[in-house]
Each structure stands twice: as structure tokens, then as C-alpha cells.
């Protein structure tokens, strides 16, 4: 099996290239790229592409998913990344998996027989398209809340936004009402479809109706005023600006 690296980060390499002979000592390496714009040259130049990318998000000159806009890449990835805020973002994009670094032997041996397996599965050649069928979310429609002693339904569309407070995550509905929720903000991005609902930084996760303003801020940033009564800002943060405005347009 043939893997492209794509990481800036020397020590990060040297491991996972280490791991990957522990794990199958056939495993070749065809390349080590650790920029936006070597990767694009890299996906135009060769006419043989491997079977397997690992691709970490953050890289010398830009973020991962730059490459998918300057070149069309139909390859299973291995996302090997410091950050969780992306992982949503990642499986739009052939994600077999998502690591968090640092990144352990037992999760590359896990990832990489879930990438097997789907492998053995599909009588195809095309291993992408099986990969993309199993990777498809199942968006969650209804949240349960409580009020006191009583257990409430809330459908999802009624939900303005999430936001975490310390380790608790509360859910705002479109009459300002907030209740706490069982479910962490990487969670509740699995589980809310991309096209209404979207994560503007650590603490917020906002659905499309409920954005009543958004002006240009400091540094780069914009600042979202909902449709809700909130005592705090919503500051999208700087590398997510172009994402939000495509989600803002609905281009996805």
C-alpha cells in the first residue's frame, strides 16, 4: 500500500512514518509535503497517487482544505490534526478518520483497519464512493430537554444556537429560552447538518436562522449578532471567516 504525507511538522512525520512500519512494513511512503501550495503542485505533477493520505489540517502557509479548491482530490484520508474544531469539515472530504494529536500506535492501527476493512468491503474499485457512503451523518432532529421535572422534546429547527460554558453546553431555542444539554460541542457537530448549523469558534455552534447581523471586526474577525437576546459576543474566529461566509451563502 502506497501513503502520501502531508504534514509540516518534522517530529510529527519521523513518528507516524514510524508507526506505519511497526504497523506493515509494506507500507511505502511515496512523498512528505508540508505546504498548501507544494501540495497542489504535487497533486498536479504526478499521474500516480497512492492509496491512502494522511493530512494534517494546519500547515506552513494555510489550512488543509485550501488543496481541495485548487485541485480535485478523490482520495481516502487520515486526518492527523492538534485541532477538533475541523473534524465536521473533514469528513465532506473522503475522511476515513480523525486523529487528535498526539497521536498513539493503537489510533493509527484503528484507523488504518477501518480503512482496510472498508477496503475488503466494496467490490468496486471506486473504494471512495463506499467510504463516502459510510461516512454519511445521520443529522439529528430532535433534542431532549428538561425544565424542572419535566422532559421536554425540542425540534432541532428550533434551536437558535449552542455555546459552552465552562464544561457545560447549553442550548438556546428561537424564543431565547436555554436549557443544558448532555452533549459536548464536538459532538453536537457530528450530529447537525453542516448546511444549517455551524461552529464560528470554541464556544458557539449557530443555526443559519438565527443570524440576524454580522459585521467586520478586529483582526480579521466578524461578530454575529442572533436573532436571540445573548449577554455575550460571537466573535467568528479568524481562520474560519471564509468558512462562514460560504456557509453564510450556502455554497456547499
Not at 473534524?87 to 493509527?108: E, G, N
Not at 457537530?189 to 454580522?214: G, H, Q, S, Y
Request: proline share 3%; charged share 25%.
Amino acid at each position: 500500500m502506497k501513503v502520501l504525507i502531508i504534514e509540516d511538522e518534522g517530529p510529527a512525520i519521523e513518528k507516524l512514518e514510524r508507526y506505519l512500519a511497526k504497523c506493515d512494513a509494506s507500507i511505502e511512503v511515496m512523498d512528505r509535503i508540508n505546504s498548501v501550495r507544494d501540495s497542489v503542485a504535487w497533486f498536479r505533477e504526478h499521474a500516480q497517487w497512492p492509496d491512502l493520505l494522511f493530512l494534517d489540517i494546519q500547515l506552513s502557509d494555510g489550512i488543509s482544505f485550501d488543496i481541495f479548491s485548487q485541485v480535485e482530490v478523490r482520495l481516502p484520508i487520515i486526518f492527523t490534526t492538534a485541532f477538533d474544531e475541523f473534524a465536521l469539515d473533514a469528513f465532506k472530504h473522503h475522511s476515513v478518520d480523525y486523529l487528535l494529536k498526539p497521536i498513539t500506535f493503537t489510533d493509527l492501527t484503528q484507523a488504518l483497519k477501518k480503512f482496510m476493512d472498508i477496503k475488503q468491503w466494496s467490490d468496486a474499485p471506486n473504494v471512495t464512493g463506499l467510504i463516502q457512503e459510510i461516512a454519511k451523518p445521520v443529522y439529528k432532529d430532535r433534542f431532549m430537554v428538561r425544565q424542572g421535572q419535566h422532559i421536554q422534546t425540542m425540534e432541532t429547527s428550533m434551536v437558535s444556537l449552542f455555546y459552552a460554558d465552562g464544561r457545560t453546553v447549553y442550548l438556546v431555542n428561537s424564543e431565547g429560552r436555554k436549557y443544558i444539554i448532555d452533549y459536548k460541542l464536538e459532538e453536537l457537530e457530528k450530529l447537525l447538518n453542516p448546511k444549517n448549523f455551524f461552529r464560528v469558534n470554541r464556544t458557539f455552534v449557530m443555526n443559519i436562522r438565527a443570524v440576524n447581523d454580522v459585521v467586520v471586526y478586529t483582526n480579521s474577525r466578524l461578530k454575529v449578532t442572533p436573532m436571540v437576546d445573548l449577554d455575550q459576543e460571537i466573535i467568528v474566529s479568524r481562520e474560519k471567516v471564509g468558512y462562514f461566509k460560504t456557509w453564510l451563502e450556502g455554497d456547499q
